[in-house]
């Protein structure tokens, strides 16, 4: 199974309920699985606070204020580590990469989930209504939110297993099902220089869409070129700084519920996750098509 | 005999157990019940064994109605996966959309989707009768058995594949026709069985706007000449 919930805010006027209605969304999909559990969160002015680089980091041994002494020595600049258990969100008035490369050098054991200028990563081995009380999502504020609770398939239960998938910046993936020729296109990317943090087919997916897009198409296209190379059952919600996309394969047998008013646009695995949103009464509700992507941009 | 009281449910307030147990009992004193509050709950009014009326008052989550033997189900909303799946007898009346496998194996009744159906409309349905508002997905009645399925409006790709003693009704286009399933000629007979269907569903559509599909019969026996058409 999976459960996988998003939601892209048009008004300001919801950006501060963005984390109690992610949160709302995720505990309501905890029992489409409860292995682990993620979110990733734009545009939260504590965890991406504006002008600086955030890059979100899981699997160190290392305490926040630890982790910000040694990421703040070589980047020579102040850096803030927030705990948010069992993630650590590093942020510093730099850019991307410099504070990327600098996390990877201070703390090469960390595992990098996630980075950019507006996006937080959380995830972590738990419970989602753990996680999402030790994360302090209801405190989140933002325009865009997306989240997964995972019923592991094909890869173990561990931190680099956890969705969401954040392989580019500002971009992420969630993914209810499995792809079934991931090693080979793995092998593939492998010979072309990618890296890859874990065993898990997603990361194939993230990677690979990652790389469209880096190889300058548009998130529809890439997708598109997603289910021409991908063999498998998915729902996918991927998001970027300033777009969220809805792709299924060709059979659609794992559910996917899109909802739109003027104030939002909503997706789930199930109707249930969406009840809560304010007007979700007068709605448009309907299942994405088989292989057709849905895209919305700020 | 005069009507009983209505019987008023509430899902917010009670647990999906205690309000199916109810409608269970059998010393269930009234014939009119109305559950309020669905919120896209899983299996509300699944195994229903008496002739009574059910709203549900919003939209539901899967298996809604499921099992349905003599009751007749209202949801005033949309349903989500498998909803009337292995109905027996009653009706199921969904006043939004469905989605996949809706009327999945059904033995019997009537289930009217007022929307749309999403893929697998039907899938091995065994003699319930389906009538939907709007269009079907893809793989709509695989491997359908008997009954019938009246669609108002498009059929996704691979309609009726593999299909065996089903009759399909389709108004509009259908994407692709699975293994085996073929159009048919509409004789009288068909004509007044699909007015009576769309009667009952509360349409007075034209019969002579359809086309019927049906089994062409030839895989019903493994012939090896027909392996690659399986």
């Given at each position: 199974m999976?459960?996988?919930v998003g939601?892209?805010?048009?008004?300001p006027?919801?950006?501060?309920r963005?984390g109690?209605?992610?949160?709302?969304?995720l505990c309501?999909?905890?029992d489409?699985g409860?292995?682990?559990?993620?979110v990733?969160v734009?545009?939260?002015?504590r965890w991406?606070p504006?002008?600086?680089?955030t890059v979100s980091?899981?699997?160190?041994?290392l305490g926040?204020?630890e982790?910000?002494?040694?990421?703040g020595a070589?980047l020579?600049?102040?850096?803030?580590?927030i705990d948010?258990?069992?993630?650590?969100?590093v942020n510093?008035p730099?850019?991307?990469e410099?504070l990327?490369?600098a996390?990877?050098?201070?703390?090469?054991?960390?595992?990098?989930?996630?980075?950019?200028e507006?996006?937080?990563?959380?995830?972590?081995?738990?419970?989602p209504?753990d996680?999402?009380?030790?994360?302090?999502?209801?405190?989140?504020?933002?325009w865009?939110?997306?989240?997964?609770?995972r019923?592991a398939?094909?890869?173990?239960?561990?931190p680099?297993?956890?969705h969401?998938?954040?392989?580019g910046?500002?971009?992420c993936?969630?993914?209810?099902?499995?792809f079934h020729?991931?090693?080979?296109?793995?092998?593939?990317?492998?010979?072309?220089?990618?890296?890859?943090?874990?065993?898990n087919?997603?990361?194939?997916?993230?990677?690979f869409?990652a790389?469209?897009?880096?190889?300058?198409?548009?998130?529809?296209?890439?997708?598109?070129?997603l289910?021409?190379?991908f063999?498998g059952?998915y729902?996918?919600?991927v998001?970027?700084?300033d777009?969220?996309?809805?792709?299924?394969?060709?059979?659609?047998?794992?559910?996917?519920?899109?909802?739109?008013?003027?104030?939002?646009?909503?997706?789930?695995?199930?109707?249930r996750a969406?009840?809560?949103?304010p007007?979700?009464?007068t709605?448009r509700i309907f299942?994405?098509?088989?292989?057709?992507?849905?895209?919305?941009?700020? | 005999?005069?009507?009983?009281?209505?019987?008023?449910?509430?899902?917010s307030?009670?647990t999906?157990?205690?309000?199916?147990?109810?409608?269970?009992?059998?010393?269930?004193?009234?014939?009119?019940?109305?559950?309020?509050h669905?919120?896209?709950?899983?299996s509300v009014?699944?195994?229903?064994?008496?002739?009574?009326?059910v709203?549900?008052?919003g939209?539901?989550g899967?298996?809604?109605?499921?099992?349905?033997?003599?009751?007749?189900?209202v949801?005033?909303?949309?349903?989500?996966v498998g909803?009337?799946?292995?109905?027996?007898?009653?009706?199921v009346?969904?006043?939004?959309?469905a989605s996949q496998?809706?009327?999945a194996?059904a033995?019997?009744g009537?289930?009217v989707?007022e929307?749309d159906?999403?893929?697998?409309?039907?899938?091995?349905?065994k003699?319930?009768d389906i009538?939907?508002?709007?269009s079907i997905?893809?793989?709509?009645?695989?491997?359908?058995q008997a009954?019938?399925?009246v669609?108002?409006?498009?059929a996704?790709?691979?309609l009726?594949?593999?299909?065996y003693e089903?009759?399909?009704?389709?108004?509009?286009?259908?994407a692709?026709?699975?293994?085996d399933c073929?159009?048919?000629?509409?004789?009288p007979e068909h004509?007044?069985?699909?007015?009576?269907l769309?009667?009952?569903a509360?349409?007075d559509?034209d019969?002579?706007?359809?086309t019927?599909y049906?089994?062409?019969?030839?895989?019903?026996?493994?012939?090896?000449d027909?392996?690659s058409?399986y």
């Open positions: 999976c459960g996988i939601l892209h805010l048009r008004t006027d919801l950006y501060p963005l109690e209605l992610l949160t709302g969304m309501e999909m905890q489409r409860s292995d682990s559990a993620g990733a734009y545009g939260d002015p991406s504006p002008g600086h680089a980091i899981l699997d160190t041994p926040a204020a982790l910000a002494v040694a990421i070589v020579g600049e102040p850096v803030e580590v948010a258990d069992p993630t650590f969100v510093a730099v850019g991307v410099a990327r490369s996390v990877a050098s201070a703390v090469p054991e960390a595992l990098v989930i996630g980075f950019g507006d996006l937080a990563v959380l995830k972590g081995v738990g419970h209504r996680l999402a009380d030790r994360f302090g999502l209801e405190h989140a504020q933002g865009q939110g997306v989240g997964h609770t019923m398939t094909e890869s173990a239960v561990t680099a297993g956890c969401p998938y954040a392989t910046p500002d971009q993936m969630v993914h209810n099902g499995s020729n991931y090693a080979t296109i793995r092998r593939d990317l492998v010979a072309r220089g990618m890296h890859f943090d874990s065993e087919d997603t990361e194939v997916g993230a990677r869409v790389q469209c897009l880096q190889d300058g198409m548009d998130i529809e296209t890439s997708l598109k070129e289910c021409r190379t063999d059952f729902t996918l919600l998001s970027n700084k777009s969220f996309a809805v792709v299924r394969d060709a059979i659609a047998c794992k559910p996917a519920v899109i909802a739109e008013t003027g104030d939002w646009v909503a997706m789930a695995s199930e109707y969406l009840v809560g949103l007007g979700i009464e709605a299942e994405p098509e088989p292989e057709q992507v849905y895209a919305w941009t700020r | 005999m005069d009507a009983l009281t209505p019987l008023e449910l509430d899902l307030t009670s999906l157990r205690e309000v199916n147990a109810t409608l269970h009992a059998p010393d269930l004193d009234a014939d009119t019940v109305v559950v309020r669905p919120a896209g709950k899983h009014a699944v195994g229903l064994t008496k002739p009574i009326s709203t549900i008052d939209h539901v899967y298996y809604a109605a499921g099992m349905n033997q003599a009751a007749d189900v949801i005033n909303g949309n349903a989500g909803v009337a799946e292995n109905m027996m007898s009653g009706s009346w969904v006043k939004g959309s496998s809706a009327g194996t033995h019997g009537l289930l989707i929307g159906a999403a893929a697998r409309c039907g899938i091995s349905m003699g319930v009538v939907v508002g709007g997905g893809h793989m709509s009645a695989f491997m359908a009954g019938t399925l669609v108002r409006g498009d996704g790709d691979a009726g594949d593999s299909i089903a009759r399909l009704y389709v108004r509009g286009t259908v692709s026709l699975g293994a073929v159009a048919k000629e509409m004789g004509h007044e069985q699909l007015a009576a769309l009667k009952a509360g349409h559509d019969t002579h706007e359809y019927r049906g089994s062409s019969r030839t895989l019903y026996h493994f012939h090896v027909n392996a058409a």
